[in-house]
C-alpha cells in the first residue's frame, strides 16, 4: 500500500510540473510556433497561397485552439522534463542494485543530448524531406497544408528521431546488468542493421528515402559505437568460461564436482563404525 502511496505522490508532482510547463508554453506561442514552422516556410509550395509569405491554413474553429493546446503541450513536456525525470528516477531507483544506480546516473546523463541530438537532426531534414514529398504533386495545383497536420508531422518526426537515438543507449545499459553481451549483439549484427533501414522506412512519417537513410544511417553508426563499448568493456572483466559458442538447445555445465576422493576417506561400501554402546 505505501507502494502504491508512493507512486500517486510522484504522478501528482509530475503533473503540476507539466502543468506549469504548460501555462509557460502559451506565454512563449510565438517564438515556438515560428521556430516549428521554419522548415515549411523553406520549401517553395510556403509562398503558393500568398506570394512571398509563408502560409498554412485551418479549416476548423476549434483547430487554433488546439493547435495552440497542443505546441503548449509540447513546450510544457520539455521544460518540466528534469522534475518527471527525476520522479520516474526516484521510484524506480529503490529496485536497482548498487552497480546499476551508479551507471544509470550515467545513463540519464547521456539520454538527455542523445534526444536532443536526434531532434536537431530531424529538425535540420525536415524541409528537404518535406520539399521532396510536396514536389510529387502536379505543376498546376496548389499545396493548402492544415496547419493541424503540419504539426502532427513535426511533432512525430522530433519524437522518432529522439527516441532512436536512445536505442543504443539502452543496449549499453542491458550488457552492463548483464542481460545482454557483446557475443550475442555481435552474432544479430547483420539482422539488426536490416532491422533498422526497415525500422526506418516503416516508422518515418513521409517515408521517403532521405528520411528513412537520416535516421537509419545514425542509429548504425550509434550501434557500433555501443557494440565497441561492449568489447572493450567484457576485454576489462574477469575471464569466465564462454559458453557463446553452445547453441540455444545445448544444456551448458552450470555446475562441477570439484570434490577431491581424498576429502571423506570412508570407503563408500564400507559403513562408519558404531558408537560403543554402554
Known amino acids: 500500500m505505501e507502494h502504491l502511496r508512493e507512486l500517486r505522490n510522484r504522478l501528482v508532482i509530475a503533473l503540476a510540473a507539466v502543468l506549469v510547463g504548460i501555462v509557460v508554453g502559451f506565454i512563449v506561442f510565438d517564438p515556438v510556433w515560428a521556430f516549428i514552422k521554419e522548415p515549411f516556410c523553406e520549401t517553395p509550395q510556403a509562398g503558393q497561397l500568398r506570394p512571398g ?9 476549434f483547430q487554433s485552439f488546439f493547435l495552440t493546446l497542443k505546441v503548449s503541450a509540447l513546450v510544457g ?26 551507471y544509470s546516473f550515467t545513463f540519464l546523463a547521456l539520454a538527455v543530448p542523445l534526444f536532443l541530438l536526434g531532434t536537431a537532426l530531424a ?28 504539426v502532427s508531422y513535426v511533432l512525430i518526426m522530433l519524437v522518432i528521431f529522439g527516441i532512436s537515438f536512445e536505442l543504443p543507449l539502452l ?23 536490416f532491422v533498422m533501414f526497415i525500422f526506418g522506412a516503416v516508422i518515418t512519417p513521409g517515408g521517403d528515402p532521405l528520411t ?17 563499448f561492449m568489447y572493450l568493456r567484457e576485454r576489462r572483466l574477469p575471464n569466465t568460461e564462454d559458453f557463446s559458442h553452445l547453441s540455444d538447445d545445448e544444456a551448458s555445465p ?8 581424498d576429502d571423506d576417506p570412508t570407503p563408500l561400501d564400507e559403513e562408519p563404525p558404531a558408537a560403543d554402546k554402554r
Open 53 to 61: 509569405e509563408c502560409t498554412l491554413i485551418f479549416g476548423g474553429i
Open 212 to 228: 528513412m537513410m537520416a535516421l537509419a544511417a545514425p542509429m548504425v553508426v550509434l550501434y557500433f559505437v555501443a557494440e565497441g
Open 254 to 261: 552450470l555446475a562441477e564436482d570439484t570434490s577431491s576422493p
Open 171 to 193: 543496449l549499453v545499459f542491458l550488457n552492463i546488468i548483464g542481460v545482454l553481451s557483446h557475443a550475442t549483439v555481435k552474432k544479430h549484427r547483420r539482422t539488426v542493421i
Open 123 to 150: 529538425y535540420f531534414i525536415m524541409d528537404t524531406s518535406l520539399a521532396i514529398l510536396l514536389g510529387f504533386a502536379p505543376t498546376d495545383s496548389v499545396a493548402a497544408i492544415q496547419i493541424d497536420e503540419y
Open 77 to 102: 513536456v520539455v521544460v518540466s522534463s528534469p522534475v518527471w525525470l527525476y520522479q520516474i528516477w526516484a521510484f524506480v531507483t529503490p529496485a536497482l542494485y548498487r552497480n546499476e544506480k551508479r
